[in-house]
């Protein structure tokens, strides 16, 4: 079983900054694709942004390019995402995912098969 814990969720206002962090246990996050959603209250979860299992592709929604940025730490099976120039619309809980699977397929399927954390809680008040 592959556990995956955010950290690092809090209130901000807009313009600033947060860095979360999804620390994980097991072997796993060294093979898995990983990736970023959100949820806001009401809404559907929506794809954040994702990084392949060596880091070196990287995919990102329109709503936050130039904004976040996604990586990974395998020595500390850690990963990351910096959120920059936040916005009252990136209020949302915030989950990290692990796939097993090639990262456009998971991608393409919203991390269907892959195992999910509890969230994080973001709030930017304008």
């Known amino acids: 079983q592959v556990l995956l814990e955010e950290s690092g969720g809090g209130s901000v206002q807009a313009g600033g900054s947060l860095r979360l962090s999804c620390a994980t246990s097991?072997?796993?996050?060294?093979?898995?694709?990983m990736g970023w959603f959100r949820q806001a209250p009401g809404k559907e979860r929506k794809f954040v942004a994702a990084?392949?299992?060596?880091?070196?592709?990287?995919y990102y929604a329109d709503s936050v390019k130039g904004r976040f940025t996604i990586s990974r730490d395998s020595a500390k099976n850690t990963l990351y995402l910096q959120m920059n120039s936040l916005k009252p619309e990136d209020t949302a809980v915030y989950y990290c995912?692990?796939?097993?699977?090639?990262?456009?397929?998971?991608?393409?399927?919203?991390?269907?098969?892959?195992?999910w954390g509890q969230g994080t809680q973001v709030t930017v008040s304008s």
């Open positions: 097991g072997r796993i996050f060294g093979s898995s694709a």
């Open positions: 990084i392949s299992w060596s880091g070196t592709s990287t």
């Open positions: 995912a692990a796939d097993s699977r090639d990262i456009i397929v998971a991608v393409t399927t919203d991390f269907s098969l892959g195992s």
